[in-house]
């Protein structure tokens, strides 16, 4: 059966390398601290670009956006940002709790040398979203499961992506020119690494466990 390559799912630019998907759900960790420094190349970052593009979205409306920012001033101003954000954490924390913080590095802005704001655009698709009728969430829940596709295709390509939340919205919408009514979702910071740690950072640093699998399933009900 032919596919119209302009609607149908996207063909990657080239087989990327072979990895099967539990192990990149295995390997893939939040990376703040590994960065090299050096830049991602543009084959990997268009195949995961690709792969964000691929997911999976309600009404097929596609809400994401993806703005790639590799400008050092633009870095330098939205990692200043986030320090800020950081800070007022940090003095919302009690005493025990900030001495643990303190040590957790939360951003890999500049070091990464690449931000991916993934955006969502509320009015795509127009009035009538077939699925979002009922759950007017399942549009952002799209744009989330477009930057899950991109963590895990980053993993395959040997690439660290890293999520960053401390921010103020307006200030981001600003940064990057975001047109209302589209919201920015993440800001993630993408590029080579050393190594994936095993171990989450928040888990190594004690600032919170893992729960285990059998408390998150439950049969039946609640
Ligand atoms: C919605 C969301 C927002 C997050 N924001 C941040 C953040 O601002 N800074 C940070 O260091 N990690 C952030 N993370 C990463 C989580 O801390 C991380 O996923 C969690 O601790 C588990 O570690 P792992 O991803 O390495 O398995 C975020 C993750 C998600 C899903």
């Known amino acids: 059966m032919s596919r119209d390559v302009n609607s149908g799912p996207a063909q990657p630019t080239e087989p990327g390398p072979a990895l099967s998907v539990y192990d990149a759900i295995r390997m893939r960790r939040d990376v703040r601290a590994e960065f090299t420094g050096e830049l991602v190349d543009e084959d990997r970052l268009g195949r995961i670009l690709r792969a964000g593009h691929d997911a999976p979205s309600v009404g097929n409306t596609q809400p994401w956006d993806f703005v790639v920012v590799q400008d050092r001033n633009t870095l330098a101003t939205f990692a200043e940002h986030v320090a800020g954000c950081r800070r007022d954490f940090a003095d919302s924390l009690p005493p025990e709790r900030r001495e643990t913080f303190d040590p957790i590095k939360i951003e890999g802005i500049e070091e990464s040398g690449t931000g991916i704001v993934v955006t969502y655009d509320p009015s795509r698709g127009g009035a009538n979203i077939l699925g979002r009728h009922t759950v007017d969430d399942t549009g952002v829940f799209s744009a989330v499961l477009a930057i899950q596709n991109i963590w895990l295709s980053a993993v395959a390509e040997d690439i660290g992506v890293g999520w960053v939340s401390f921010?103020?919205?307006?200030?981001?919408?600003?940064?990057?020119?975001?047109?209302?009514?589209?919201?920015?979702?993440?800001?993630?910071?993408?590029?080579?690494?050393?190594?994936?740690?095993?171990?989450?950072?928040?888990?190594?640093?004690?600032?919170?466990?893992?729960?285990?699998?059998?408390?998150?399933?439950?049969?039946?009900?609640?």
């Open 167 to 222: 921010y103020d919205e307006a200030f981001l919408t600003d940064l990057v020119r975001i047109p209302a009514p589209v919201r920015p979702i993440a800001w993630l910071c993408v590029g080579p690494v050393s190594r994936f740690q095993e171990t989450p950072d928040l888990v190594r640093f004690g600032w919170r466990d893992g729960r285990p699998l059998s408390e998150a399933v439950h049969r039946e009900t609640f």
